[in-house]
């Protein structure tokens, strides 16, 4: 099998993976959080990609309870 076929496809997918650069999917947004929202955090992960440190961590994950203004 091509490396650009998966084994496993969504129903109606059927064209070749193509492959992105991760700088060309997301964009800096320049805003600050000066006022210390509680904003969630997310962690990267290998097996499932970008995930909520809530579904990731039983207590939030380290991010929870940190100062988010920068």
């Not at 959080?33 to 290998?46: D, G, V």
Request: no cysteine; charged share 35%; proline share 6%.
């Amino acid at each position: 099998m091509a490396d650009n076929v998966p084994k496993i496809r969504f129903p109606g997918f059927t064209e070749p993976w193509e492959q992105r650069k991760f700088k060309d999917l997301v964009f800096k947004s320049g805003k600050k959080n000066k006022k210390n929202l509680p904003y969630e955090s997310f962690s990267i992960t290998n097996e499932s990609g970008f995930v909520s440190q809530n579904e990731r961590f039983e207590n939030g994950g380290t991010m929870k309870d940190a100062d988010k203004s920068t």
